[in-house]
């Protein structure tokens, strides 16, 4: 167990349809990294939040958007869903976010558009 | 443009034998390497990494190579255990300010019993 926490596991939606996605970090980090893993796909990096303030943008498209809140926890928030957005989504957490430091990966939403 | 890439994306060994993965990059200015494992339903986990400034690492049962000159770097892990099928990833990171860690497409290790 990573002590990162994902919510849900499964999503299952339509296109045209917005969800958000939940991530609690591991007890005493205070960044948090969100990937989207597609099928047969590396993991593409989305974007990374360090105590509440944006510090790295990806390829992540204006459809999607993040934020961090003072207790720490994160949310994804897709919308105008469209199928290729189906994906395995991951949050990840370390402590400062700076260069060196091991990345802890949650178990994983995974999001179905159909 | 930037990019980390894996050769093979399959790899069968025998359970024993040990097992070589490798990986390419194209940022010379990354300044830290790693690999992780992703096995089934689960999400990624550390499992060794390596800074520019060095050529080997080793850990338990695994070994980073890196090259600089070529842009390479493989993930060596010795007498391969059934346990070790999975996803592996090499991944890079820049070497100023915050972390923008890059992942690799990923090579799936089969792990013959």
């Known amino acids: ?39 047969d796909q590396g993991l593409q990096f989305l974007i990374h939040y360090y105590n509440g303030e944006e510090r790295a943008k990806g390829n992540i498209l204006e459809r999607f958007s993040a934020q961090q809140f003072p207790d720490l926890h994160s949310e994804l928030n897709l919308s105008s869903l469209e199928l290729g957005d189906s994906a395995l989504y991951f949050c990840a957490s370390s402590g400062q976010g700076v260069v060196g430091e091991k990345l802890f990966f949650g178990s994983g939403t995974q999001l179905s558009v159909l | ?94 070497a100023a300010g915050y972390q923008k860690v890059t992942f690799g497409t990923g090579t799936k290790l089969q792990v013959i019993p």
């Open chain 1, 1 to 39: 167990d990573s002590g990162v926490t994902q919510t849900p596991k499964h999503l299952i939606t339509a296109t045209g349809q917005r969800v958000t996605l939940r991530c609690s970090p591991r007890s005493g980090d205070l960044s948090v990294y969100w990937y989207q893993q597609s099928l």
């Open chain 2, 1 to 94: 443009g930037e990019s980390v890439g894996l050769h093979l994306p399959t790899l069968s060994v025998q359970e024993g034998d040990n097992s070589i993965i490798n990986c390419a990059y194209s940022n010379s200015a990354s300044d830290y390497f790693i690999w992780y494992k992703q096995e089934s339903g689960k999400g990624p986990q550390f499992i060794i990494d390596i800074r520019s400034n060095m050529d080997k690492r080793q850990g338990q049962r695994v070994t980073v190579l890196l090259n600089k000159t070529v842009k390479h770097l493989s993930l060596q892990i010795a007498a391969t255990q059934p346990g070790d099928s999975a996803v592996y990833f090499c991944a890079e990171n820049r």
